[in-house]
């Protein structure tokens, strides 16, 4: 216990200066004479840093009682807090800051927070409220000056809510997420008038009373998303800045008719089953707008109109006349537009003759068969248009619109005809996106009605993809004047590139994909293209690569071709700037590249692959497999050195013999004469 009471002390020392040494002290003994008196085990862990106490995940069972009592800050989350009963709380009058977030309370007996007239931010956020059903009758008693309340997580229901906001007069933030609400009354926050901001996110919210908003004046954020609430019929929040109602089942949304100007900044509507553009306040300032995954199957809001007047009838509800709507509102402030994931099969040119300050349009994975841009919304600060996974056979931009437009998403769709000249009419495009179509790549020189579209001369144009759409053939100077820095040309089997298809680059070109295409020869020598860093030329029928000079290639994917050898010239052009070389699933011979070998096992980390990549040699008349780590001088010993190997070894061995048989015979005929000799 005193260890680790001193521990508390030292950690409070360590943290601050000595000016702090007196206090300290004090603080010691008394903490010291609580714990003697009270017999508590529970102070010791807590940590005490200036005016913050953090007691967090400590297994509480109650608040710890011997805390300096100036604290502002306490810490009291992760614990086993049921019931908050205890006054102890009182002896921390100034606390400012109260977390609770994750014990178990259920029962906060009224009255509780009423002394701390300090109190500002309460978190009660994941407990257990729930379970407690007095709270929809009696009330907590005051929140003086709360101004940020999460009961997010409690799982509490409809009206429970009530036992906090009753007297609430200086609260701004309520987080009501993760809840059972079903229904909003109108006198749910009659109690806190000060609201700003109400997150409401993730209940089951099937029904809003008419006017439950009406009286918050300052409330200008209101999140409602993942909730059940099917229609919003008389939106009439003026002040509100920011709505969310993604993830509802809504079928319409419309605003009373006013011709006054509501603030509202962003509207999500994103995730609902929306069939008719919705009706908006007329005199609006909205900038943000997401419709994507709903039901739409026009941008036209007249049948909106038509619909709610439908519904009105047969509810013989008795609302203000209908705005009649032309159609097409006015959004001029409008600076983002989600429209993807709905039925739209036609956008009218003069759907955007008021947005005069789109910059983000998102109409992609939609049915549009046709999209036309002219002078009635010429969009012209229009920077990102997307309108792939749409059925486009036609696109038409007419000359002076689109002129801020930089980032152009068309792919899948199913253009093939368009305006050779469709690009270069766009003065600020730098992205265009075009794979899995079928377009026709021009040569220079092509006649421009011969159903092919030009990517030369379009002198902003940087990143360009063209994967996927079975281009047969890229011709010679296709690019010329278009300083790409990215080029995309894979999945095009059965390619043909010309030698001089990428004149014009050698400057600007950094990244280049031929992947998957079928390619037999590279005609093209990419050491020319000085800028160039990235090449990605796997999945492809290669035999050779070679380059003549020396290059600036830094990562070269050959991963999956049919090369069995990179010639000694190839691979010094390559040594210099080199960082990562691919070449996996390719037939290379173990004994054609001893300069690979010995760069692999040297400095295999340039071979990202070297794990999976594998050479051949011969044994035995066998073609035998073995990882290009492993490959030893021996592995290509040839027929021809273990001939010599034989035939070396066979002339020594005769030799021997010879000297051999010749030594014997000497041997034999001196006995003869030594016996003579002993004869004699
Ligand atoms: C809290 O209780 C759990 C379960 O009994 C135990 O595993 C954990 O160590 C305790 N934590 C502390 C800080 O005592
Ligand atoms: C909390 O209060 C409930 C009901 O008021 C009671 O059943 C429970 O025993 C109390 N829990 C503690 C830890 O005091
Ligand atoms: C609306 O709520 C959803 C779900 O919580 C969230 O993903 C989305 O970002 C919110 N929209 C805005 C505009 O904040
Ligand atoms: C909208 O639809 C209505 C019929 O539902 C039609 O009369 C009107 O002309 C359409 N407006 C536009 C702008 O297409
Ligand atoms: C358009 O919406 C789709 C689907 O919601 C999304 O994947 C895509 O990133 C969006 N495009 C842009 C440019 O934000
Ligand atoms: C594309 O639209 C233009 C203008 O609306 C039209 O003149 C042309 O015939 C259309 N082309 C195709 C292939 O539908």
Redesign the pocket.
Known sequence: MYAMKGHLWRKSQSAHSNTMGARLWFLFFAVNEVAALVHSQQLSSCQVFQKDAYCSNLNLTSIPPQLPASIHTLDLSWNLLQNLTEDVLFSYPTIKHLNLHSNRIQFIQPGFFQKMAHLQVLDLSKNELHVNAALKTNALGPLTSVHTLDLSGNGLFTDMSDYFLRDAPALTDLYLNGNSITKLGKDTFSGSLALRNINLHNNVILEIEEGTFDSLLDLTELDLSMNSISCITDFNLFHLKSLNLSKNSMTSFQSIESDEEFQLLHLDLRENKIHYFPILPSNNKLIYLDLSRNQLRSVNSTGAAEELQYLREKEELTHAPLRSSNGHQELHRLFYLDLSYNQLKNVPPDFFSSMRSLETLNISNNCLG?F?VDSEGPLNALKTLDLSFNNL??L?FSEGTLRSLVTLYLQGNSLS?LDSGMFSSLPSITSLHLQLNELRVCGLQEDPTSNCVSFSSIPTLQYLYLSENELSYLPAHAFQGTPLLILDVSLNPGLKVSEQALSGLENSLTYLSLKGNHLKTLSMDMSLLRGLRMVDLSSNRLTSLSLSTESNIEVLNLKNNRLTFLDDQTLMALEGMLKSLYISFNPLSCCANARLISWAQQASETIPDITVVTCQYRKNNEDVEISLRNVKPEHCETLHSKVLLISIIAVLVLGLMVVLLVAIKLCHSRSHRFNHSYKA
Do not use: E, K, M
Request: hydrophobic fraction near 35%; aromatic fraction near 0%; proline fraction near 0%.
């Open positions: 046709t036309i056979q036609n038409t005809i």
